[in-house]
């Protein structure tokens, strides 16, 4: 599989950017994809992941209520809406994907086999 993250760039404090994550994948039915952000100098950390087959998502708590996660079955695409940001949501923000995810640990980025490239979003104050 295949990933292709895409959108990022720089947005004011408050403001909003969207993010895709396109895969290559034709059949994706069991995956989860999921969104990472790894800031400098910090450690790589969860955002938020979609169960592609139920569409159940989950959120780290410190982007509830400001970003939300979407997919695209038919495109196999998959998208972060990201709103009233905030500086500490600066990173290099990665898109990844596996079909063995034990939801238990669906924040542990070693869960997932397959990523993409990443995309900087830097947030001004």
């Known amino acids: 599989v295949q990933l292709q993250a895409s959108g990022g760039g720089v947005a004011q404090a408050g403001g909003s950017l969207r993010l895709s994550c396109a895969a290559s994948e034709r059949t994706f039915s069991r995956w989860i994809m999921a969104w990472f952000r790894q800031a400098p100098g910090k450690e790589r950390e969860f955002v938020a992941a979609?169960?592609?087959?139920?569409?159940?998502?989950h959120y780290a708590d410190s982007v509830k209520g400001r970003f939300t996660v979407s997919a695209d079955k038919r495109k196999n695409t998959m998208f972060l809406q990201m709103s009233s940001l905030k500086p500490e949501d600066t990173a290099v923000y990665y898109c990844a994907a596996d079909r063995n995810v034990i939801l238990s640990q669906i924040q542990n980025n070693h869960q997932y086999d397959f990523w993409g490239q990443g995309t900087l979003v830097t947030v001004s104050s």
């Open positions: 979609i169960d592609w087959n139920s569409l159940r998502i």
